[in-house]
């Protein structure tokens, strides 16, 4: 059977760290703590973004009663 040298090479790397090759699949099972972390997170950040959103919208109008 013919090999490459990405076969050799990974098999080298594989010999040095005792560890098998990643395959770009292994995925660590989330916990529910941190499941619901960032939900949190994400409606924080909504939460944040829309009041500073508000408060531009504010400034902009009393800004632009002003001047009338």
């Known amino acids: 059977m013919w090999k490459s040298a990405h076969d ?5 790397q594989a ?4 560890l098998p090759e990643y395959k770009g699949r292994e ?3 989330m916990t529910v703590y941190e499941i619901v972390m ?5 409606i924080s950040a909504l939460i ?4 500073l959103v508000i408060a531009w919208l504010i400034f902009l109008d ?3 009663s002003k001047r009338k």
């Open 48 to 51: 944040s973004l829309s009041k």
């Open 38 to 42: 960032v939900v949190l997170g994400v």
């Open 8 to 12: 050799e090479v990974v098999a080298s």
């Open 27 to 29: 995925v660590a099972r």
């Open 62 to 64: 009393k800004r632009n």
């Open 15 to 18: 010999n040095e760290t005792g």
